[in-house]
Each structure stands twice: as C-alpha cells, then as structure tokens.
C-alpha cells in the first residue's frame, strides 16, 4: 500500500509553491498590475489569492476543528479574503506573503496524524458527496494553486516570458542533446 500523510503533503505543497514564488519572481514588477481580460484579477491580485487561498482549509480543520460544514459561515470568510485580495501590494510584499503563507499552512500540515487525515468532515444537506476525508479536503489548496499556477504561466507567456518550468526543461534537453 502507498502511504500518503502528512509529511508528503507538507513536501508537495512546498514544491507547488516553491514554484509560484519562482513565476512572482520572474514576472517584472510592473507587470503585476497586468490583467488579461476584463473582470480578471491583475497579476499581483491572483499572486495574492493563492497566497490567502489555504485560510479556507486552515479556519475549517486547524483553527475550528469542524467536523461539519452545516452552518460555516463561507460568504463571510469569502467577503473577507476577497478584500484582503484587492489590497494594494508591491512585488516584495506579494511575495512575502506568499513565502509566509506557505511556510504556515506547510508548517500545520508537517504535524498531522494519519488519524486526523483520515477523520470525515460532513458536508452540509443535499451537497454530493454528503462527506470527505480531511485529507481529500487540504488537497484541494495544492491542486487550486497548481490551477491558478496555470494561468499565471499561460499570463507570463502572454507577456513574452518563458515560464521557469518550460526553461529547466529545454536546458535538459540541450544537455541530453549534447552527451
């Protein structure tokens, strides 16, 4: 059997956002207030939503422990972290925050139990499925991150950058080419 806890989440987190800070760095600082389209968050405003994007998981099973979702107050939180979001932040700040912020959630993460994973947190009535595990749960913030990693490649391509990711890969390349 695979066993996947808590220090692999922790692991796989840290290289997700490890390689979002390295698109932060990348993109000029200028460019963060670049929006593709209209009715589309700027550069700096999605930089800032992935770093805020684990509070969701952290207030249900770090902060309140919930082991239902029946009465969670989720506009509230939404309201709060969307205008947390809107606020003005420079390239040093944004990627501050991103830093911070990762290390925190990956920190809690580093100190689950398989126990604690494997606990079921109910959904409220008629949602489908009517529960799910807490580690299906803070999965969901690497795989929401990695999303919007997606955009924010396909944004630094928009701008005339190669993403890191596709650089590292071409250089392999080369090297392979060459031996």
């Known amino acids: 059997m695979i066993h996947y806890g808590a220090k692999e989440l922790a692991e796989g987190f840290r290289t997700v956002r490890k390689n ?6 990348d993109i000029p600082e200028d460019q963060y207030g670049y ?35 029946e009465g ?7 309201q709060r972290l969307g205008a947390e ?8 700040q944004v990627q501050q925050m991103l830093r911070s912020n990762g290390e925190e959630w990956a920190g809690w993460l580093t100190g689950l139990s398989d126990d ?5 947190v109910a959904m409220p009535a008629g949602m489908t499925p009517p529960a799910k595990s807490r580690l299906e749960m ?5 795989e929401h991150e990695m999303h919007h990693r997606g955009q924010l490649m396909l944004i630094e391509r928009l701008l005339g950058i190669v993403p890191h990711l596709t650089r590292e890969m071409q250089e392999r390349i080369a090297a392979m080419q060459k031996s």
């Open 20 to 25: 979002t800070i390295h698109i932060a760095e």
């Open 35 to 69: 929006r593709p389209a209209p009715d589309t968050r700027t550069v700096a405003q999605l930089l800032t939503h992935i770093a805020f994007s684990y509070k969701f998981q952290y207030q249900i099973h770090a902060k309140e422990r919930r082991t239902t979702l």
């Open 72 to 78: 969670f107050d989720f506009p509230a939180l939404m």
């Open 85 to 92: 979001e809107q606020q003005p932040r420079n390239k040093q």
């Open 116 to 120: 604690f994973l494997r606990e079921r």
């Open 138 to 142: 803070i999965l969901s913030v690497k």
